[in-house]
């Protein structure tokens, strides 16, 4: 399972299952902190994205473009003055698994799974350079854990389940927050160690 804007796995009437176009548009992996940054901090504009994320206006607009266009996100008229646009995100998440995806899926799937890792990483560098930043409070529960496990394919997928299950309780929508609650990442990452699992020459 490949979830963007971290969430529980369970599809929802607000969450989206990708299909191959949508795929396409989200193989990039800072379309993907746009589409990100519109879900975890609400409805922008390409110059507030741009000072958030570091890029310059027109790719900011570019992106948010594309990500309109696949129906990914949508335009808030209202709030909009002369040129100035406002965008909001669609779904609340965005799901693929891609063991129960087409076949004809499979080259776009795993191009969107790449870009979901870089994006991950580029979100974790970007987290990092705010730690000396923190609160005592936040930096005390803050968490970067990396564990070295041996395990099947079979153990991941119910190891996945077992932690998915358990976000979900922990999971609220944004009026149901705690107070004093702040919007939190969660990434979830298994994978084999680089250079372990890659199939021989001839049964790729």
Do not use: C
């Amino acid at each position: 399972m490949v979830a963007s804007s971290a969430a529980s796995p369970e599809s929802s009437g607000r969450d989206i299952e990708l299909d191959t176009a949508d795929l396409r548009v989200l193989a990039h992996p800072l379309r993907l902190n746009v589409l990100t940054l519109l879900r975890e901090r609400g409805p922008s504009t390409a110059t507030r994205i741009s000072d958030e994320l570091g890029i310059n206006p027109g790719a900011a607009s570019y992106h948010l473009r594309r990500l309109a266009s696949g129906g990914l996100i949508v335009e808030e008229p209202d709030r909009g003055t002369g040129r100035e646009r406002w965008w909001k995100s669609a779904h609340r998440q965005s799901i693929h698994d891609p063991a129960a995806a087409p076949a004809e899926q499979r080259e776009a799937g795993r191009a969107y799974t790449h870009a979901v890792a870089l994006a991950a990483a580029d979100r974790l560098r970007r987290a990092a350079h705010e730690v000396p930043l923190l609160s005592q409070e936040w930096l005390d529960v803050t968490t970067y854990g990396d564990f070295l496990l041996y395990l099947t394919p079979g153990d991941v997928d119910r190891m996945r389940a077992e932690i998915f299950e358990v976000i979900s309780r922990y999971r609220h929508e944004e009026s149901e927050a705690p107070e004093g609650s702040s919007p939190v990442a969660l990434q979830v990452q298994a994978f084999p160690v680089p250079g372990t699992a890659l199939p021989l020459a001839g049964e790729a």
